[in-house]
């Protein structure tokens, strides 16, 4: 099916937000969440004037944006953005609204005197879900809109091996039109004029190689500060090899210093398996009467077993059962043995189908999750067959396995539902992404975004 290696792909990345984008979006989700709380305390007490005229109404109301503008803050949400599209945003927005209602509600019962109304709270976070949510996916668009008109222009400066390097780079990425490259020996100082070729040719930021001389990196530094040209080392020896790296400094010595990738840290692994204890448990409750319907419909249809157990590769590259409802004949893989689910897959039973079409089958992974073999956020686990063949052929395939599989995850939710073997490189992207970026806003956001694929699902 595969032989050959396959070759790096573009990975899904975010934006980083400038101060003017960040200024703005801070005076719009203001002005949205005041607006939130004056409608939504004019609905419960029926008034549309002389509103915020009472001392705690008006210490209510700061507080409930403090707090929420403090919570986007310590998210992430002004520094940079992860949503690929309009639509992410709005998932981003609701999750972290969810996520900053929860200490609110905590400070609201703890002291209700200074709280007006939970309920004028509950109808306020509705609101912000529209108001706020709206207002930043116009400004995605926008923003997306003046990236594509005004792309930073961007220098990459170095001997023929470094430049050579970052073409390749560059390459994968599929933005080489934002890129001017220059090959000279940067030891040279401003002599080749290679600075002056740069900001000619509208470079925002200028990436040397890390051999340049301290005078030479002075010369640059000063020409560079009076016209706003941001200033970058790169190196072909220091990528992403499963950590990433910090800057420590003993005296006038630098050291780079390996550092777990985010979703490995002691913190990130307490947090989400705290978030999957609970999420998991309370999700086992609601779904437990549709479990119970689905395993009645599967018995009836095609008798035991109901439950399907398939082995996994986990976190470290440990083999653990995962647990499904049966949607295939009972002698599916019989002849073929281990292959790819495709569209109009004729092992697949009819409740089969109708499971597989709302996601129902995968709710036994709940027990999964819970056993500690799972979390709810996560790359998607593969069985030991196809692991074998594509770690052998896929660069950095093992560094999926640093954490643990999820019952849904960042590639799951952006990329068509049912995809042949041949884009591992492509769903290796979105996972290596997510685990070099995680945050518990986008374990929250991509929860979010699966429930809505849940209710209004996807057929490819």
């Known amino acids: 099916m595969l032989e050959r290696a396959l070759p790096a792909q573009a990975r899904p990345r975010g934006h980083e937000l400038s101060r003017w984008w960040v200024a703005a979006l801070v005076i719009e989700d203001l002005s949205m969440f005041v607006l939130s709380v004056y409608v939504a305390t004019a609905m419960v007490f029926h008034s549309w004037g002389g509103l915020f005229a009472k001392p705690n109404e008006v210490l209510s109301t700061g507080i409930f944006v403090t707090l929420w503008l403090t919570m ?54 509705l609101l912000a879900i529209v108001l706020v949510g709206g207002v930043r996916t116009l400004e995605h668009v926008r923003r997306n809109g003046a990236l594509r008109r005004r792309p930073k222009r961007i220098a990459v400066i170095g001997n023929a091996r470094f430049v050579s390097h970052m073409q390749a780079f560059v390459a994968r990425r599929g933005d080489a039109e934002r890129f001017s490259f220059v090959v000279t020996d940067v030891a040279d100082g401003m002599n080749a ?68 990738l985010p979703a490995c840290t002691p913190t990130a692994k307490l947090v989400k398996r705290l978030f999957d204890m609970a999420a998991a448990s309370l999700a086992l409750v609601l779904f437990a009467p549709v ?8 018995y009836l249809e095609t008798g035991r077993p109901i439950v399907y157990r398939q082995t996994r590769v986990g976190r470290f590259g440990v ?26 897959d004729r092992r697949i039973t009819a409740i089969g189908r109708r499971l597989r079409r709302l996601s129902l089958d995968e709710t036994l992974q709940l027990i999964n999750v819970i056993r500690g073999d799972m979390s709810l956020v996560g790359p998607r686990p593969e069985r030991p ?28 939710t952006s990329l068509p539902r049912i995809l042949d073997a041949s884009r591992v490189g492509e769903k290796l992207a979105y996972d290596l992404c997510y685990i070099e970026n995680w945050s518990i806003l986008l374990d929250v956001s991509i929860v979010v975004k699966t429930a809505f694929e849940f209710l209004f699902h996807r057929t490819v």
């Open 291 to 298: 479990m119970l319907i689905a395993a009645a419909a599967i």
């Open 385 to 412: 067959e196809f692991v074998e063949r594509f770690r052998a052929i896929v660069p950095r395939y093992e560094d999926r396995h640093l954490v643990r599989p999820g019952i849904t995850g960042w590639a799951q």
């Open 193 to 260: 004029n290679w600075y002056d070729k740069a900001v000619a040719g509208g470079c925002q930021r200028i990436i040397l190689s890390e051999s340049i001389p301290e005078t030479v990196l002075s010369q640059v530094m000063q020409r560079a500060a009076p016209t706003h040209v941001e200033l970058a080392f790169a190196s072909e020896n220091l990528r992403f090899p499963g950590h990433m790296f910090g800057v420590e400094r003993d005296g006038e010595q630098l050291f780079l210093v390996p550092q777990p």
């Open 72 to 125: 986007f803050a310590r998210l992430g949400l002004y520094r940079r953005s992860f949503a690929l599209s309009a639509r992410d945003e709005l998932y981003y927005t609701i999750a972290a609204l969810a996520l900053g209602a929860l200490p609110q509600l905590v400070v609201f019962t703890v002291w209700p005197s200074i709280s007006t109304s939970r309920f004028v709270l509950i109808i306020a976070l």
């Open 319 to 344: 083999p653990f059962e995962m647990y499904k409802f049966r949607t295939m004949r009972r002698d599916a893989e019989s002849n073929s043995g281990a292959v790819y689910a495709s569209l109009g």
